[in-house]
Each structure stands twice: as C-alpha cells, then as structure tokens.
C-alpha cells in the first residue's frame, strides 16, 4: 500500500506586516531635547499663595511668632531700640513745610530699619542666633504639616519641629561659608574708596567689577543651597544628600530662582513702609511695639515664601 507523504507541520507564519506598520518609531526632535521643565509662578502669585496659606493656618502661625517675639523680649534684645517720638521731633526742626513730616518719618522708618537686629551685647547676640533657629524649624515643620493637610498645635510646632537641628545647622554653617565673598567684595570696596585708594572713576569702576562678582558667585550658590534648610529638615536627610538635592532642584534655572529669592526684601521693606509710617505720623508712642512685632513676624514671612517656592520648584 502507497505511503501518503505526512504533512510537514509548519509552524504558521504571521501575515506580513505592511511596510509602513514593519518601520520603527522616527526619534522626534522633542525625543531629543532635554526634559522641560514647568514654568515657574511669577513672584506675586507665589506671595498671594504664601499669604493665603497663613490666613488659613493664622491661629498657629500667630501662635508661633508671639512665643518667638516674646522669648526675644525675654531672653534677647527687649522692647528696647530707638527712640522713636525723639528722633522724629529732632528730625522736625530739619524737615519742614508740607512734606517734612512724611520726609522725617521716612528717615525713622530708615533708622529703625539699620537697628534691627543690632544687640546690645554678644551675650544677647547668641539667644537672638539661638530663637532664630529654633523658631526657623518650628516654622518650616508647620509649613509642611499644614500642607500636607495635618491639624496641630503651636507646641507640636515646637516640640516635633526639633530634631533635625544639628543638620540644619550644618547646611547653614555651608550657606554662612558661601556668603563669604560677598563680605569679602564688600569689605575691599568699602576700603578701597575710604582709604583713597581708587581715586579715577575708571578705578573704582573696575573695584566695583570686582566687588559684583564677588556677590554674584555667592549669590549662585546661594540660589541652591537656602533650599537645602528646608530639604534637611525631612526625615532621615543628611546635610550632603540635602545639598545635593537642592543642586538638583534648580538646575537650569538658577538665575531665575535667584530673582524670586531677592525679591523678598524689597517685597518686605515696602510691607513694612506701608505699615509702619502711619504709626509713625499718627501713634508715635507705639510705633517702636508696632516694629519689634515685624521683625519677628519677617522670619515667619520669609519662610512662608521661600516654603511656597520650593513647593513649586518640586512640581517639576
């Protein structure tokens, strides 16, 4: 009987794919560019949403800075300071006609302004630095509570806000280090141009070159590394690994961060103006009270800020 050949069993081929279908994915020039990132929040929105985060959390912020303000009266400088009611009628007998008493409160608001801070002795200099970074990490642990959501109290704040100090003020020893060329640019031009050494505009244009990059360089650094003191205060962070986040954090866009960042001073001292050259008109005699209150307030303001804008650099 004839053998039948046996069906060779092949293993079924898949249809041909189209040549369209069979050619790889083009590599895009998108594919190619670095990643984007977000564009950061213009610097009055990030106010607007640092001031709307302590209108909703004001009980504790509130809180917060009267412990500081009053362990400062307690402890550090008092409710002492210039004397407000005497400078502005010294300042009178100078600044006359319709305009001298708003140009008189202007200098006292300038006067108060160079006195902040200043301490009597080094002893009370110490508890100043000492409630300056007690307070700093109460505020940033509320700020990071309060987004997160959490409820708690002005002594949580205090309490629970502690334990990272050591590595905060091992990032602040980086940032005070990082300062040193502005103070050094500072202090060569200031020499320069008392001591007659620059003369020619030409000299002390080239000093002034000088002195500006010196404050620049500090200020490049220090558009990375102030991140680093909120960084460091999350569990388990070490002051380098804080660092070198904070690096990561604002590369690319180190200039624009480091506009953000100066924009709190002018953003403060008008703050202040605003407030504080009606008392001086009007209520003399509680003007320096009305002052002392934003000094201790500025702290919590500056870290309300910075805070909200860090929150918006992690949004990349």
Request: hydrophobic share 55%; net charge positive; charged share 15%.
């Given at each position: ?5 046996k ?64 362990l ?30 708003l ?39 509320a ?30 020893l ?55 003191l ?25 200039w ?17 103006a ?10 003399t005699v ?31």
């Amino acid at each position: 009987m004839a053998k039948t050949p046996k069906a060779k069993r092949t293993a079924a081929k898949p249809p041909a794919a189209s040549p369209v279908k069979a050619l790889k994915p083009a590599v895009t020039v998108e594919s190619k560019q670095p990643k984007r990132t977000v564009k950061l929040m213009p610097v009055w929105l990030l106010t607007k949403q640092a001031s709307l985060l302590f209108w909703r959390h004001k009980r504790v912020f509130i809180g917060i800075t009267l412990v500081y303000g009053l362990l400062n009266v307690v402890l550090a400088q008092g409710l002492g300071g210039t004397d407000v009611g005497s400078l502005k009628n010294q300042l009178g007998q100078v600044f006359t006609g319709n305009t001298g008493a708003l140009t008189s409160s202007l200098v006292v608001f300038a006067s108060l302004i160079g006195s902040a801070g200043n301490s009597s002795n080094g002893t009370a200099g110490a508890y100043q630095l000492f409630l300056a970074l007690i307070a700093s990490l109460a505020v940033i642990w509320a700020l990071r509570q309060t987004t997160a959501g959490a409820k708690f109290r002005v002594r949580d704040a205090y309490y629970r806000g502690m334990y990272p100090l050591v590595p905060f003020v091992l990032v602040l020893l980086v940032v005070v280090i990082q300062l040193l060329p502005l103070a050094i640019g500072s202090t060569i031009y200031n020499v320069v141009l008392t001591q007659g050494i620059a003369v020619t505009g030409l000299e002390k244009a080239i000093w002034g070159v000088v002195f500006a990059s010196l404050a620049l360089l500090s200020l490049y650094l220090l558009s990375s590394s102030l991140f680093g003191l909120y960084i460091v205060t999350l569990p388990d962070m070490t002051p380098l690994k804080a660092l070198r986040s904070a690096r990561q954090l604002v590369r690319g866009r180190r200039w624009t961060v480091l506009r953000k960042i100066l924009f709190v001073v002018p953003l403060l001292l008008l703050a202040a103006a605003v407030i504080m050259i009606p008392f001086i008109l009007l209520l003399t005699v509680v003007a320096k009270y009305i002052f002392f209150l934003l000094t201790v307030f500025a702290l919590v303001a500056v870290h309300g800020y910075m805070y909200t804008l860090y929150r918006e650099l992690l949004r990349d």
